[in-house]
Antibody
């Protein structure tokens, strides 16, 4: 069974840092593309960013509101995904979900994305003074 | 900025059919695949449709997805509504930079 378990959430002051972890099991983590999605209290879902598998370059993409402040990384030896969050703002307060991405198709130099597949239960980050 | 617009809420009776729309702001919604996610209160989202109209294993065939290029929109249709279908539903696709984009979500009430 595919399982994703997030941890590391908590209360942090504006300007502070926090690192979230996502422990993966039940699938070959090293082959997976992974994403982070967040949900502010009472609000909708917001894509945060993704990391490709190392086989596909291991590169990252970020949403504009977090680019330059958040860093996604992975440790395939530990089957773990990370989200390093720096310079946190009150608007970063949210539940953060780790997800597997459906493996995208690739044809003639173009990727075709099929969205998120399995979701973790989420971890709550509160940014407040 | 590419955006996806959904109705805030829809309601329907058990046993009936409901359709939730998701309209793209620019370009062609058919340029990237559309996914749909279900989120019950207090729970994490789960995928009910991917690649416009594909159901993950375990999702009943009461759930179906479609694309209408003429209206630049995607739709999620749920037939034979059950009370357990009451949830928030989000459409999702990608912009021209392949960044994920979610619709604002639609609250489905089954009354």
């Amino acid at each position: 069974e595919v399982q994703l378990v997030e941890s590391g959430g908590g209360l942090v002051k504006p300007g502070g840092s926090l690192r979230l972890s996502c422990a993966a099991s039940g699938f070959t983590f090293s082959n997976a593309w992974m994403s982070w999605v967040r949900q502010a209290p009472g609000k909708g879902l917001e894509w945060v960013g993704r990391i490709k598998s190392k086989t596909d370059g291991g590169t990252t993409d970020y949403a504009a509101p977090v680019k330059g402040r958040f860093t996604i990384s992975r440790d395939d030896s530990k089957n773990t995904l990370y989200l390093q969050m720096n310079s946190l703002k009150t608007e970063d307060t949210a539940v953060y979900y780790c997800t597997t991405d459906r493996v995208p198709g690739y044809s003639y130099g173009v990727y075709y994305y099929y969205g998120m597949d399995v979701w973790g239960q989420g971890t709550t980050v509160t940014v407040s003074s | 900025n590419f955006m996806l617009t959904q109705p805030h809420s829809v309601s329907e009776s058990p046993g009936k059919t409901v359709t939730i729309s998701c309209t793209g702001s620019s370009g062609s919604i058919a340029s990237n695949y559309v996914q749909w996610y279900q989120q019950r209160p207090g729970s994490a989202p789960t995928t009910v449709i991917y690649e416009d109209n594909q159901r993950p294993s375990g999702v009943p065939d009461r759930f179906s997805g479609s694309i209408d290029s003429s209206s630049n929109s995607a739709s999620l249709t749920i037939s034979g509504l059950k009370t357990e279908d009451e949830a928030d539903y989000y459409c999702q696709s990608y912009d021209s930079s392949n960044q994920g984009v979610f619709g604002g979500g639609t609250k489905l009430t089954v009354l």
